[in-house]
């Protein structure tokens, strides 16, 4: 288990997933023998159509998902379509699907019988080859790159770890898009302009860096949709460099981008000042804050929340408060800081 | 087919290739990137586990400054390198590398209080954010350069052949984009190769999976001169298994913030290597590793692939771990960390010798086709020293762009390579697949062109490889005409180029008469300064090989003998 994880409580959300898979590791790396049976089967996908093939592969000693795949194409299947470069977790291209969760091919154990997918979320080239175009050309859109506010001072630079202690979690980033594949929001397709989480870890790299000016911040943020981030965790899940997405990139993304565009968090900042006042959330009120008067002219929606009781008019129009409003008023303060 | 019009074409998306793009693009040249990989993301520059400090940098004293210069020159180059170069690289590094990186915001890594840490002792390092990984934000920086400054790359596409035009000049690429299986041929005043240090031509190799020698192939081909192509680096202690990881490293180098780095013990559980007590000044010990393991494996104790062990029991887990990655591949094998070793081979690591250039311009011998970086013949492995050649290649072809001729290539020269290209994907030959050929090849570099070589060995491997290029590759058989992602393909044109780099390297190596730093010959034991402190140089001729020799001059540093046993030797 990565050390820094280690640190965190046992019941901190981050380490839901990272847990159990840390847990297994030892196990993984001893549940077989050399030489014994592997099944594998693998998602082929050409012009003819797509289809699943089934191998069976020795298995070598410590053997990775990628040696798997090495194995297959070395011996039964020579024109199998697979991304890999370094195959020691540094170029991030090998990425599948394995039984139904994202890995990095070259990282992990294999199962004694495992079913192997490309990534969700990118349109597939062939076989296990996907395009990694829509993720690069989101990511280019971002222009993660640094422009100074103050002119470069010569090295080595004014700069502690402690300024650059969540930028440098993004910096472990190989840019696999196992956290895009797994990425919830992103699977609901063009519903969302959503950048996803690997773009935002591209962009955190330099956007969480105090040296870039908040111009050239505001810039990138107003592009990534980022409060649609619903903070699920799969992406840290998911994440092979075992970098805390959630907590450690896209929160603070969203508290600089809540600060620098407040519109952008008009939706948290309405839920929290509700919480803050009225110690309970109020749809009613929250979709008046967010969408205006014009939430009104959708009849039939309100018809439909009034008769599942979902709003309370005269609730909300009186801000009746519950017995909790003290202690999140407490909490939250006055409830205007939208992150 | 894509036809494509460049000022410059760059073979190679590593800190070379990508340095003389931003280069060239300042200069307000068009140069266009070919990429067999991903740009930033494939070759050798991705593995830099941090970066040297050279001069007076961050407080280094002048010994220190004159450690890191003997270092680069006996330790890491047996003195197979031009002093002067190394001066003029190690000065630009100091004056001009570091102050550009770290504005374009690369991050090197501090502690709480804003100090950059530094490894301890005779020769320092820093890191890019964590040691061990620094190659990945480092090239990653360069990506996002390259994409800024709209350089166009072709991604995932295969250079296959350098085109000469009427005059002999090289001004042109064929090359394959074997994602969309489309051919396209880029025409330009120069071409630069920029390839890369390592290759995967041995069993275990530290090269990533495109990398097939394919620069050496072609420049070879196309009649460029190569040098000292026997010297080939190693890896003492990369992880054995499982297979992929091949190129996985524990690291020997001093580490960041401590005083204390990994350890080697032999199958006896004795402790065979270790940096702090067996040589702090050789700061990426690699040979003075290696000779240590040629004594174990002598005395029966370790094999070259595997049976002896490295890790990071003699030290604290959070002080290894503060500032490098070195205990996540313990642990994601399952190992306790930092109580258990883990068992190490070697592996074929980066090539010293490669095309022969003026280190100046960074021409090489046939007009039109430059270097920078790994694949030249120069110098030896360090991200810097590559980054510095996509500077001087860039001010060479500047200086040189006017006298370069704009003659465009024929046609009948480009449509011949696009047959061949062609007839490998319609191999339907009854033999051997690409794939077994490839595992053929690395299995009789690794047996005979190893570690330790003899005159016997070499000439079996030149008869193994003949018998390849003569008798297999006309039969080869890929399973698939597929033109799109067939990387069966892919390997049907890496084979031929891993026979044509395969062959030169065994009669290089037959052709060193001694043996010097990572370079073996069991037959000839000592290293020989009288007769080898020279450059081996190979120049075609016709199907010939003709070998010169040529003295490196020692204007700062110079070996204290003229012979002696290889293994008693430091360097």
């Given at each position: 288990m990565p050390a820094d994880l280690a640190d965190r409580?046992?019941?901190?959300?981050?380490?839901?997933g990272q847990l159990e898979r840390a847990d297994t590791l030892a196990a993984r790396n001893r549940r077989f023998s050399e030489g014994q049976k592997i099944q594998v089967r693998i998602r082929r996908h050409d012009d003819l159509g797509t289809r699943y093939q089934q191998f069976e592969v020795p298995y070598q000693k410590r053997m990775r998902v990628l040696d798997a795949l090495n194995w297959i194409a070395d011996h039964?299947?020579?024109?199998l379509a697979y991304r890999w470069i370094c195959?020691?977790?540094?170029?991030?291209?090998c990425a599948v699907r394995m039984n139904g969760r994202e890995v990095l091919s070259c990282w992990e154990a294999v199962e004694p019988a495992m079913t192997i997918e490309p990534l969700r979320n990118l349109p597939v080239?062939?076989?296990?080859?996907?395009?990694r175009s829509p993720f690069e050309q989101k990511v280019a859109a971002l222009e993660p790159w640094i422009e100074r506010a103050v002119p470069y001072a010569g090295f080595p630079e004014k700069l502690t770890h402690r300024q650059m202690k969540d930028a440098s979690k993004a910096l472990?980033?190989?840019?696999?898009m196992c956290c895009y594949s797994a990425c919830p929001v992103i699977g609901l397709g063009g519903l969302t302009d959503f950048a996803g989480p690997a773009p935002l870890v591209q962009l955190g790299q330099?956007?969480?860096?105090?040296?870039?000016s908040k111009e050239k911040l505001a810039r990138s943020l107003a592009?990534?949709?980022?409060?649609?981030?619903?903070?699920?965790y799969k992406c840290e899940e998911a994440c092979p460099a075992a970098i805390p997405i959630v907590s450690r990139v896209i929160e603070p993304l969203k508290a600089r981008a809540a600060e620098l565009l407040p519109q952008m968090a008009i939706h948290s900042r309405a839920f929290r000042t509700i919480i803050a006042q009225r110690g309970r959330i109020d749809p009613g009120a929250l979709v008046l804050r967010v969408q205006?008067?014009?939430?009104?002219?959708?009849f039939s929606r309100i018809f439909r929340m009034l008769i599942r009781g979902k709003v309370n008019p005269l609730k909300t129009l009186l801000g009746i408060r519950t017995a909790a409003s003290r202690p999140a008023q407490h909490l939250l303060g006055k409830g205007n800081n939208g992150s | 087919m894509q036809k494509l019009a460049a000022d410059v074409a760059i073979i190679g998306g590593g800190a070379a290739g990508c340095y003389a793009a931003l280069c060239l693009h300042k200069q307000g040249l068009k140069p266009l990137i070919i990429c067999k990989g991903l740009v930033g993301k494939?070759?050798?520059?991705?593995?830099?586990g941090n970066l040297v400090i050279s001069g007076?940098?961050?407080?280094?004293?002048e010994a220190q400054a004159r450690n890191t210069a003997e270092f680069l020159i006996k330790y890491h180059n047996q003195f197979l390198i031009d002093q002067n170069w190394a001066r003029r690289c190690g000065e630009w590094i100091e004056r001009v590398y570091y102050p550009e990186l770290e504005e374009l915001g690369l991050y090197f890594r501090r502690d709480d209080a804003g100090n950059v840490v530094t490894s301890p002792g005779a020769i320092r390092s820093v890191a890019a954010n964590v040691q061990g990984n620094s190659g990945v934000p480092f090239m990653d920086l360069r990506r996002k350069q390259i994409m800024r400054a709209g350089i166009p790359r072709l991604e995932e596409?295969?250079?296959?052949a350098l085109l000469r035009n009427s005059k002999g000049n090289v001004s042109g690429v064929v090359c394959l984009d074997y994602i969309n299986g489309t051919y396209v041929v880029v025409q330009a005043r120069a071409v630069v190769l920029?390839?890369?240090?390592?290759?995967?031509?041995?069993?275990?190799?530290?090269?990533?999976?495109?990398?097939?020698?394919d620069g050496i192939a072609m420049a070879w081909r196309a009649g460029a001169d190569l040098v000292n192509m026997e010297m080939q680096w190693w890896?003492?202690?990369?992880?054995?298994?499982?297979?992929?990881?091949?190129?996985m490293q524990v690291y020997p180098n001093p580490m960041l913030g401590s005083e204390k780095s990994a350890r080697m013990l032999n199958s006896a559980g004795e402790?065979?290597?270790n940096q702090q007590n067996?040589?702090?000044?050789?700061?990426?010990?690699y040979t003075v590793q290696l000779k240590a393991l040629a004594k174990q494996v002598r005395s029966g104790k370790a094999r070259y692939d595997g049976g002896y062990y490295a890790g990071?029991?003699?030290?604290d887990a959070a002080e290894v771990e503060a500032y490098t990655t070195y205990g996540k591949a313990f642990r994601q094998l399952g190992l306790s960390f930092p109580d258990e070793l883990v068992e190490t081979s070697v592996t074929s690591h980066y090539?010293?010798?490669g095309i022969d250039v003026d280190?100046?311009?960074?021409?090489?011998?046939?007009?039109?086709l430059y270097v920078a970086g790994?694949?030249?013949?120069h110098s030896n492995g360090l991200i810097g020293l590559a980054t510095y050649d996509g500077k001087v290649v860039a001010d060479g072809i500047a200086g040189d762009f006017d006298r370069l001729e704009e003659e465009s290539v024929s046609e009948n020269e480009w449509t011949a390579e696009i047959r061949r290209l062609d007839r490998l994907r319609n191999s339907s030959g009854t033999g051997t697949s690409p794939a077994t050929l490839k595992n053929m090849i690395r299995d009789l570099m690794w047996d005979k062109v190893g570690v330790e070589k003899d005159a016997a060995g070499l000439e079996a491997a030149l008869s193994q490889i003949q018998q390849i290029r003569l008798e297999l590759l006309p039969e080869m058989k890929i399973s698939s005409g597929n033109r799109v992602a067939n990387y069966e393909w892919l390997d049907a044109i890496d084979v031929v180029n891993m026979v044509d780099a395969c062959e030169v390297i065994v009669h290089s190596s037959l052709q060193r008469k001694e043996s010097r730093g990572p370079f073996f010959r069991r037959d000839f034991p000592s290293t020989d300064n009288r007769h080898w402190l020279a450059a081996n140089v190979l120049k075609k001729a016709g199907n010939e090989i003709r070998f010169e020799k040529r003295p490196y001059e020692l204007p700062y540093f110079s070996p204290s003998?003229?012979?002696?046993d290889n293994l008693e030797v430091p360097w």
């Open positions: 409580p046992l019941s901190a959300a981050s380490r839901m039964e299947a020579g024109d195959g020691s977790r540094m170029c991030g291209t080239i062939r076989d296990l080859v996907v395009d472990d980033c190989i840019g696999c330099t956007a969480l860096d105090p040296r870039n592009l990534t949709s980022i409060f649609s981030c619903i903070s699920c205006g008067v014009r939430a009104l002219a959708n | 494939s070759g050798a520059s991705l593995f830099a007076r940098l961050l407080g280094n004293t596409t295969v250079a296959t920029a390839t890369g240090y390592s290759d995967r031509l041995h069993k275990r190799s530290t090269g990533t999976r495109e990398m097939s020698a890896h003492t202690n990369d992880i054995a298994d499982p297979p992929c990881w091949q190129r402790e065979f290597f067996d040589d702090p000044l050789a700061f990426g010990p990071f029991d003699h030290c090539r010293q010798g280190n100046a311009t960074m021409r090489a011998s046939i007009p039109g790994g694949v030249g013949g003998f003229e012979t002696r």
